[in-house]
């Protein structure tokens, strides 16, 4: 599923304010502190808590042998300025249906910036152009409302509700489905290559300011 193109740790994604990339054994010690903190693995389905210092390295080995043969594309999320600095993680997994399901997590440090959106949409983004897929799926617990808003804001369309088996946390939980058809992520091509992100307040000035008296065309 994953073209040829991912499958280097030379591959990434760049936006607005973010730089996406293959994890490295240099992140161990980020993902330890920040995949470890009981808020962010308890809305996971795969995280455990406290996570153990011994299993970081075999995860992103894992990681990183999936990548190269395409069976995913994990990428540490960054900052664009500092990509060195492991912030949270992003992934695209394989599924029977023949459809990506997309997953992601920020340490809490980084919530509430945008950062969750602007990462998921330039993945979905890289997906749909290098992928020939119908649609991309995700979910969320019920009780994680900010991650709901992130798939909305990507376009994401809510399915309905179900009870999905999160082995880190004991059993099954109740959660949301979510999709995006490739109809619609096409319909929303003015999405920027920053990752949709909003401006901040004094961009958005200039930029009104840029082009308050220039004609409009339709």
């Known amino acids: 599923m994953f073209p040829e193109l991912t499958r280097d740790d030379v591959f990434r994604l760049e936006t607005r304010r973010l730089w996406l990339r293959w994890p490295r054994i240099a992140d161990a010690t980020a993902i330890l502190r920040l995949a470890g903190e009981k808020a962010v693995a308890e809305m996971t389905a795969s995280i455990p808590h406290p996570y153990p210092t011994q299993a970081v390295d075999p995860f992103v080995f894992a990681?990183?042998?999936?990548?190269a043969l395409g069976e995913h594309l994990v990428l540490a999320i960054t900052p664009r300025e500092k990509p060195n600095d492991l912030i949270g993680?992003?992934?695209?997994?394989?599924?029977?249906?023949?459809?990506?399901?997309?997953?992601?997590?920020?340490?809490?440090?980084h919530w509430n910036k945008g950062y969750a959106t602007e990462a998921v949409q330039a993945l979905i983004d890289?997906?749909?152009?290098?992928?020939?897929?119908?649609?991309?799926?995700?979910?969320?617990?019920?009780?994680?409302?900010?991650?709901?808003?992130?798939?909305?804001k990507s376009g994401?369309?809510?399915?309905?509700?179900?009870?999905?088996?999160?082995?880190?946390?004991?059993?099954?939980f109740p959660c949301e489905q979510f999709r995006l058809d490739r109809s619609?992520?096409?319909?929303?091509?003015?999405?920027?290559?920053?990752?949709?992100?909003?401006?901040?307040?004094?961009e958005q000035q200039q930029q009104?300011?840029?082009?308050?008296?220039?004609?409009c065309m339709a």
Request: aromatic share 10%; glycine share 10%; charged share 20%.
């Open 63 to 67: 990681t990183r042998k999936g990548n």
């Open 89 to 109: 993680m992003i992934g695209a997994h394989k599924q029977a249906t023949g459809r990506p399901f997309i997953g992601y997590w920020l340490g809490t440090p």
């Open 126 to 152: 890289t997906m749909f152009s290098l992928v020939e897929i119908d649609a991309v799926e995700a979910d969320t617990r019920v009780i994680n409302p900010a991650s709901r808003r992130v798939l909305e």
């Open 156 to 172: 994401f369309r809510q399915e309905g509700s179900f009870l999905k088996s999160l082995p880190a946390r004991g059993g099954l």
């Open 184 to 202: 619609t992520w096409a319909a929303l091509k003015s999405w920027s290559a920053s990752g949709w992100a909003p401006l901040p307040a004094a």
């Open 208 to 215: 009104s300011e840029r082009f308050s008296d220039e004609p």
